[in-house]
C-alpha cells in the first residue's frame, strides 16, 4: 500500500517537473537568431574633432554648440581618441576608406576637379573601378549595399568617363554634384546647389537620412550596408533660405556653421530613432566620423587640443572623431583610447564582422572588428600619410599648421618629413598629442630608423 503510493507522489512529481519543463520560461531572455548586422557608415564632411561636444575640453566647449544626438551616440557606444582618416583632405580620405588602400596606391592624391587641376595634383580622374570597395566586398556576404551623399572620387565638372556609383558594389545610391550619377532632386543645375533645386542645400542631409531609413526598410530580410555621407559641415554654409538670398554662394562666418552643425546633429537623432522604429537598432552597427579636419577653425576652436586643420598632416587635419554603437555587441559608455585605428582598416573589419574570412585584397589596413566590439588592442602596422606634392595645385593652411608633406605614426611616435628629405620634426603623441615640441634633435636613432621607411614609402607609390 505504502509502495504504491509512493510510486504514484513519483509520478505526479514526474508528471509535473515535465509539464513545467514544457512552460515558457519567462525570465529567461529569448535566443535572438544569428544575425549579422546592419553597418551605417556615417562619414561628415570637413568635420573637426572638437566640432563633436563630447570631444571638446572646457576652453572650446563655449563657443561651439552642443551636439546633443551624436555625443548620445558616444554615450551608448564606444568613443575613440585615436582614429585617424587616411588623407587631410576629401577625395583621397574617402579612397583610403572605400580600398583599404592608402590613396596613393589608386593616384588620388588631392581633392578631385577638373582635368588640368587633376593632371597639376599628379593623379587620376576618378578611382579606378578595379580597385577593392567595402560595398562590393559585403554584397559577396549577402549584403544589401547603398550610398547616400557626397561621393567626390570621380565624376563632375569635365571628367564626363568616370564610373558610375553603381561599378563600385552599389545597388542604390543619391549623390551630390560632385560625382558621376548626381540626384537631380539636389542638382538643378551644374553646380553644388542652386535655389531652384527640389531638395533645397539646408535639407539635404534629411533627404539622406530618409534615404537610408527606407532603404533599411525595403530591405528587411537581408543585412543592408549603407554609406551615409553628407557634405555637411563643409563649407560654405547654407542654413536656410534667408541666408542663401543673402550670401547666394554661401558663407564661412561662425553663425551660420552652428546652424548648420545643429540640424546636422537634429539629422543623427532622427536616424537614430528611426532605426528604433523598424525594429533595427539592437542590430546596427552605426560608425561615426569624419572624413579630414575643419577649414576654418576659428582660431583652433574646431580642432581642439590639436595642431593643425585640413590640408595638413598634424593631428588637427588627420586624428578624427570616431564612435561605434552597436547596441547587440558593444559596451556602453566606454572610452577607448589605447587602440589606434585607420580608415584603411575598415574594409578588412566590416568583411569581418560580415562573417567573411578575408578580402581579396590584403591591403593596408588591419582587421580590427575586435576593437570595435569593444576589446582595445595594440596596433602593429605603421600608419603613412602624404599631402602636398607640389605648390602649384595644392592649398596649405597659414602659419604653423602647413606641415611637411609625408608623415608616419609607428607607437606613440610621429615622424614628419618632406618629400626631399627636408623639414624633420618628430613629435611623442603620448606626452605631446598638440605637436608642439619637436623632439628630433634628441631622438637621432629613432630618427633615422624612421625616416627612411617613410621616404621609401612614398618612393613606392603610384607618380604620374
Given at each position: 500500500?505504502?509502495?504504491?503510493?509512493?510510486?504514484?507522489?513519483?509520478?505526479?512529481?514526474?508528471?509535473?517537473?515535465?509539464?513545467?519543463?514544457?512552460?515558457?520560461?519567462?525570465?529567461?531572455?529569448?535566443?535572438?537568431?544569428?544575425?549579422?548586422?546592419?553597418?551605417?557608415?556615417?562619414?561628415?564632411?570637413?568635420?573637426?574633432?572638437?566640432?563633436?561636444?563630447?570631444?571638446?575640453?572646457?576652453?572650446?566647449?563655449?563657443?561651439?554648440?552642443?551636439?546633443?544626438?551624436?555625443?548620445?551616440?558616444?554615450?551608448?557606444?564606444?568613443?575613440?581618441?585615436?582614429?585617424?582618416?587616411?588623407?587631410?583632405?576629401?577625395?583621397?580620405?574617402?579612397?583610403?576608406?572605400?580600398?583599404?588602400?592608402?590613396?596613393?596606391k589608386w593616384r588620388i592624391t588631392s581633392f578631385l576637379a577638373d582635368?588640368?587641376?587633376?593632371?597639376?595634383?599628379?593623379?587620376?580622374?576618378?578611382?579606378?573601378?578595379?580597385?577593392?570597395?567595402?560595398?562590393?566586398?559585403?554584397?559577396?556576404?549577402?549584403?544589401?549595399?547603398?550610398?547616400?551623399?557626397?561621393?567626390?572620387?570621380?565624376?563632375?565638372?569635365?571628367?564626363?568617363?568616370?564610373?558610375?556609383?553603381?561599378?563600385?558594389?552599389?545597388?542604390?545610391?543619391?549623390?551630390?554634384?560632385?560625382?558621376?550619377?548626381?540626384?537631380?532632386?539636389?542638382?538643378?543645375?551644374?553646380?553644388?546647389?542652386?535655389?531652384?533645386?527640389?531638395?533645397?542645400?539646408?535639407?539635404?542631409?534629411?533627404?539622406?537620412?530618409?534615404?537610408?531609413?527606407?532603404?533599411?526598410?525595403?530591405?528587411?530580410?537581408?543585412?543592408?550596408?549603407?554609406?551615409?555621407?553628407?557634405?555637411?559641415?563643409?563649407?560654405?554654409?547654407?542654413?536656410?533660405?534667408?541666408?542663401?538670398?543673402?550670401?547666394?554662394?554661401?558663407?564661412?562666418?561662425?553663425?551660420?556653421?552652428?546652424?548648420?552643425?545643429?540640424?546636422?546633429?537634429?539629422?543623427?537623432?532622427?536616424?537614430?530613432?528611426?532605426?528604433?522604429?523598424?525594429?533595427?537598432?539592437?542590430?546596427?552597427?552605426?560608425?561615426?566620423?569624419?572624413?579630414?579636419?575643419?577649414?576654418?577653425?576659428?582660431?583652433?576652436?574646431?580642432?581642439?587640443?590639436?595642431?593643425?586643420?585640413?590640408?595638413?598632416?598634424?593631428?588637427?587635419?588627420?586624428?578624427?572623431?570616431?564612435?561605434?554603437?552597436?547596441?547587440?555587441?558593444?559596451?556602453?559608455?566606454?572610452?577607448?583610447?589605447?587602440?589606434?585605428?585607420?580608415?584603411?582598416?575598415?574594409?578588412?573589419?566590416?568583411?569581418?564582422?560580415?562573417?567573411?574570412?578575408?578580402?581579396?585584397?590584403?591591403?593596408?589596413?588591419?582587421?580590427?572588428?575586435?576593437?570595435?566590439?569593444?576589446?582595445?588592442?595594440?596596433?602593429?602596422?605603421?600608419?603613412?600619410?602624404?599631402?602636398?606634392?607640389?605648390?602649384?595645385?595644392?592649398?596649405?593652411?597659414?602659419?604653423?599648421?602647413?606641415?611637411?608633406?609625408?608623415?608616419?605614426?609607428?607607437?606613440?611616435?610621429?615622424?614628419?618629413?618632406?618629400?626631399?628629405?627636408?623639414?624633420?620634426?618628430?613629435?611623442?603623441?603620448?606626452?605631446?598629442?598638440?605637436?608642439?615640441?619637436?623632439?628630433?634633435?634628441?631622438?637621432?636613432?629613432?630618427?633615422?630608423?624612421?625616416?627612411?621607411?617613410?621616404?621609401?614609402?612614398?618612393?613606392?607609390?603610384?607618380?604620374?
Amino acid at each position: 500500500m505504502h509502495i504504491r503510493l509512493a510510486l504514484s507522489a513519483l509520478t505526479v512529481v514526474l508528471l509535473l517537473s515535465g509539464f513545467a519543463a514544457s512552460l515558457p520560461r519567462f525570465d529567461a531572455k529569448p535566443k535572438q537568431p544569428n544575425r549579422l548586422p546592419n553597418i551605417i557608415l556615417i562619414l561628415i564632411d570637413d568635420m573637426g574633432s572638437a566640432d563633436v561636444g563630447c570631444y571638446r575640453s572646457n576652453s572650446s566647449a563655449s563657443q561651439l554648440p552642443p551636439t546633443p544626438n551624436i555625443d548620445r551616440l558616444a554615450a551608448e557606444g564606444i568613443r575613440f581618441t585615436n582614429y585617424y582618416s587616411a588623407a587631410p583632405i576629401c577625395s583621397p580620405s574617402r579612397v583610403g576608406l572605400t580600398t583599404g588602400d592608402v590613396p596613393g596606391k589608386w593616384r588620388i592624391t588631392s581633392f578631385l576637379a577638373d582635368r588640368k587641376h587633376n593632371r597639376t595634383c599628379q593623379q587620376a580622374d576618378f578611382l579606378d573601378a578595379s580597385a577593392p570597395s567595402v560595398a562590393r566586398e559585403l554584397k559577396t556576404a549577402g549584403y544589401a549595399t547603398a550610398h547616400f551623399g557626397k561621393w567626390h572620387m570621380g565624376g563632375g565638372r569635365d571628367v564626363d568617363n568616370a564610373p558610375g556609383i553603381r561599378q563600385y558594389g552599389f545597388d542604390e545610391y543619391a549623390s551630390t554634384w560632385e560625382s558621376p550619377d548626381p540626384d537631380l532632386l539636389l542638382t538643378s543645375t551644374d553646380w553644388i546647389w542652386a535655389k531652384s533645386d527640389s531638395v533645397k542645400r539646408w535639407n539635404r542631409t534629411a533627404y539622406f537620412v530618409d534615404k537610408t531609413l527606407d532603404f533599411l526598410k525595403r530591405n528587411s530580410g537581408k543585412p543592408c550596408y549603407i554609406n551615409l555621407w553628407p557634405d555637411d559641415v563643409h563649407t560654405p554654409w547654407v542654413p536656410d533660405e534667408m541666408t542663401l538670398n543673402e550670401f547666394p554662394k554661401g558663407t564661412e562666418k561662425p553663425r551660420e556653421f552652428k546652424a548648420v552643425l545643429a540640424e546636422l546633429d537634429v539629422q543623427i537623432g532622427r536616424l537614430m530613432a528611426g532605426l528604433k522604429a523598424l525594429g533595427v537598432d539592437d542590430n546596427t552597427l552605426v560608425v561615426f566620423t569624419s572624413d579630414n579636419g575643419a577649414l576654418p577653425t576659428f582660431q583652433g576652436s574646431r580642432s581642439g587640443t590639436f595642431r593643425g586643420s585640413k590640408l595638413s598632416l598634424y593631428e588637427g587635419g588627420i586624428r578624427m572623431p570616431f564612435i561605434v554603437r552597436y547596441p547587440a555587441q558593444t559596451p556602453k559608455g566606454k572610452v577607448d583610447s589605447l587602440s589606434v585605428l585607420s580608415a584603411v582598416d575598415l574594409l578588412p573589419t566590416f568583411v569581418s564582422l560580415a562573417g567573411k574570412k578575408g578580402s581579396r585584397s590584403p591591403g593596408d589596413g588591419e582587421n580590427r572588428a575586435a576593437v570595435l566590439l569593444g576589446k582595445p588592442g595594440v596596433r602593429k602596422k605603421p600608419l603613412f600619410w602624404e599631402y602636398g606634392r607640389n605648390n602649384e595645385s595644392f592649398r596649405y593652411p597659414a602659419g604653423r599648421d602647413k606641415s611637411p608633406n609625408l608623415a608616419i605614426r609607428e607607437g606613440n611616435w610621429k615622424l614628419l618629413v618632406n618629400d626631399d628629405g627636408s623639414g624633420t620634426e618628430l613629435y611623442n603623441l603620448a606626452t605631446d598629442p598638440s605637436e608642439q615640441m619637436d623632439v628630433s634633435g634628441q631622438q637621432p636613432k629613432l630618427v633615422g630608423a624612421m625616416r627612411p621607411k617613410l621616404l621609401a614609402w612614398r618612393a613606392g607609390l603610384a607618380g604620374e
